[in-house]
């Protein structure tokens, strides 16, 4: 049963640390996309990459936010330090492979559930 | 600037009747269109979506309309079942970049 698999499902954290947020997209996909889900802006998109490369990271604060893919299996959302407006739920969705576009769906995991206190 | 606009947050329908979920777009490059459901602490699952050179696209009780001229979408659910009380998510997808709205959340009464 081929799934985004997203850990970890719950963090709770100090304001001022890191956090860092991973997601495993499915096998033989190579479009991968990070969302916030927030109560105003529904699903905002954050970042998203094909075959590794980020093609629009222009929804992430640049200052605290990064996000990366150290190889096609994982990749990461990193936020240096933390604020409590950054409390929300990370979802992590892929899509793919070859000739992917707007047509295809994508998959979303379940969701990182980040509070920052 | 949210490019992808669902202006109510939440709507209420008896079960059996017909519910009606509504988008609006500003970019007029989106050539997909897609409904993606969401139940409380799982991620989004996709629904239906409907291409921007088609006007209609019909799935059993799901039925997505699209008015390019306006730039407005809508879902039809008929009936509507107690099971599909949930969020609802409109997104707009250009070059498979998908841009999604705030979603409305849908209560079906018995």
């Known amino acids: 049963d081929a799934r985004v698999t997203q850990t970890p499902r719950h963090k709770v954290t100090e304001m001022g640390q890191e956090v860092t947020m991973r997601c495993q997209p499915i096998?033989?996909?190579?479009?991968v996309f990070w969302y916030r889900q927030t109560m105003m802006q529904g699903l905002e998109l954050l970042a998203y990459?094909?075959?590794?490369?980020?093609?629009?990271d222009s929804g992430m604060p640049k200052d605290r936010f990064s996000a990366e893919m150290p190889d096609a299996t994982l990749a990461t959302l990193k936020i240096q330090p933390s604020e409590p407006r950054d409390s929300a739920v990370y979802f992590c969705?892929?899509?793919?492979?070859?000739?992917f576009g707007s047509g295809n769906t994508i998959y979303f995991g379940e969701g990182s559930w980040l509070t920052v206190v | 600037d949210q490019q992808v606009k669902q202006n109510s947050p939440s709507l209420s329908v008896q079960e059996g009747r017909i519910s009606i979920l509504n988008c609006d777009y500003t970019?007029?490059?989106?050539?997909?269109f897609l409904w993606y459901k969401k139940y409380p602490a799982e991620g989004p699952t996709f629904l239906i979506s409907?291409?921007?050179?088609?006007d209609k696209n019909e799935d059993g009780r799901f039925t997505v309309f699209l008015n390019k001229s306006a730039k407005h979408l809508s879902l039809h659910i008929v009936p509507s079942q107690p099971g599909d009380s949930a969020v609802y998510f409109c997104?707009?997808?250009?070059?498979?970049?998908?841009?999604f709205g705030q979603g409305t959340e849908l209560s079906v009464k018995p």
């Open positions: 970019n007029s490059m989106f050539d997909y």
């Open positions: 096998l033989g996909h190579n479009t």
């Open positions: 990459f094909r075959n590794r490369a980020p093609l629009d």
């Open positions: 969705a892929s899509g793919g492979g070859e000739g």
């Open positions: 997104a707009a997808s250009s070059w498979g970049k998908l841009i």
């Open positions: 409907i291409s921007s050179i088609k």
